[in-house]
């Protein structure tokens, strides 16, 4: 099954409105479980590791059949530095991405504003947005985001060879098993630093956080910000590098994006 061919501003479209769902209900489960006073107060990791796989297929519902859902600049890069995507498409993918991602944490806002004002951590409320390291050590939170965007993009290019799976594109390879992906990859190697794995996920809620007159929000932290922006581009790369080096080993069925 193909990707259904589209006009060039539609499939930037369902990657926009793919991504903006998927912060809206990824960042939506943090709010969830965070703000003071919220019914899911307290619901702690599992919760949030659950619902952010779950965020993820919803977007993959949405955009999967037109653009393949990325939804990820980590992923749109890693397929482009892969040669399973067109350069030229690299720029509005990311560009749609990060917009989404910036709208989905707007709306987060707009749907907990009754709890952010009563929430008194200026911490809290930016974890709601962004990530944040459990502990700050710059070195090893980039190192962190690397390898968790790393297994990413590295198990994503397994899973949509042929003979792994009969399906097409990233919107198509199986929803379950990527959801499944990112819930793992928050569980195991998450509790560094909140696991971004994806630029638009973190920057795009951050910026949404350093414009919105939120009460007594405190500072969005953009000396961190580099971190989960480079970090996972440079994991995509290496997961590229590896199964390209597999590839070359192991001559393999064609993949299918």
């Given at each position: 099954?193909?990707?259904?061919?589209?006009?060039?501003?539609?499939?930037?479209?369902?990657?926009?409105?793919?991504?903006?769902?998927?912060?809206?209900?990824?960042?939506?489960?943090?709010?969830?479980?965070?703000?003071?006073?919220?019914?899911?107060?307290?619901?702690?990791?599992?919760?949030?590791?659950?619902?952010?796989?779950?965020?993820?297929?919803?977007?993959?519902?949405?955009?999967?059949?037109?653009?393949?859902?990325?939804?990820?600049?980590?992923?749109?890069?890693?397929l482009a530095m892969?040669?399973?995507?067109?350069?030229?498409?690299?720029?509005?993918?990311?560009?749609s991405q990060f917009?989404?991602?910036?709208?989905?944490?707007?709306?987060?806002?707009?749907?907990?504003?009754?709890?952010?004002?009563?929430?008194?951590?200026?911490?809290?409320?930016?974890?709601?947005?962004?990530?944040?390291?459990?502990?700050?050590?710059?070195?090893?939170?980039?190192?962190?985001?690397?390898?968790?965007?790393?297994?990413?993009?590295?198990?994503?290019?397994?899973?949509?060879?042929?003979?792994?799976?009969?399906?097409?594109?990233?919107?198509?390879?199986?929803?379950?098993?990527?959801?499944?992906l990112v819930v793992?990859?928050?569980?195991?190697?998450?509790?560094?630093?909140?696991?971004?794995?994806?630029?638009?996920?973190?920057?795009?809620?951050?910026?949404?956080?350093?414009?919105?007159?939120?009460?007594?929000?405190?500072?969005?932290?953009?000396?961190?910000?580099?971190?989960?922006?480079?970090?996972?581009?440079?994991?995509?790369?290496?997961?590229?590098?590896?199964?390209?080096?597999?590839?070359?080993?192991?001559?393999?069925?064609?993949?299918?994006?």
């Amino acid at each position: 099954m193909e990707a259904i061919e589209i006009p060039f501003f539609l499939q930037c479209f369902f990657e926009f409105l793919g991504t903006f769902v998927m912060i809206l209900l990824g960042c939506g489960v943090v709010a969830c479980t965070t703000l003071k006073g919220s019914k899911g107060n307290g619901g702690g990791w599992i919760v949030i590791t659950l619902a952010w796989g779950l965020a993820v297929m919803c977007g993959v519902f949405i955009a999967g059949p037109y653009t393949g859902a990325h939804l990820n600049p980590a992923v749109t890069l890693g397929l482009a530095m892969a040669g399973k995507f067109d350069w030229g498409m690299v720029l509005p993918y990311i560009i749609s991405q990060f917009v989404g991602a910036f709208l989905g944490g707007v709306v987060v806002y707009v749907f907990y504003k009754d709890h952010f004002d009563i929430t008194e951590s200026k911490e809290t409320k930016l974890g709601v947005f962004s990530t944040i390291p459990a502990i700050k050590n710059l070195r090893r939170n980039f190192i962190s985001e690397a390898i968790g965007t790393f297994v990413l993009i590295l198990v994503i290019l397994f899973l949509a060879e042929r003979g792994n799976t009969s399906e097409v594109g990233l919107g198509s390879i199986g929803v379950l098993p990527v959801a499944l992906l990112v819930v793992v990859i928050g569980m195991a190697l998450g509790g560094t630093t909140g696991y971004a794995i994806n630029p638009a996920r973190d920057i795009g809620p951050r910026f949404a956080h350093h414009i919105l007159l939120i009460k007594g929000k405190g500072d969005s932290q953009w000396k961190y910000a580099w971190v989960p922006l480079a970090g996972p581009i440079i994991g995509a790369a290496f997961a590229v590098l590896v199964f390209k080096l597999y590839l070359l080993a192991y001559p393999a069925p064609q993949l299918c994006f």
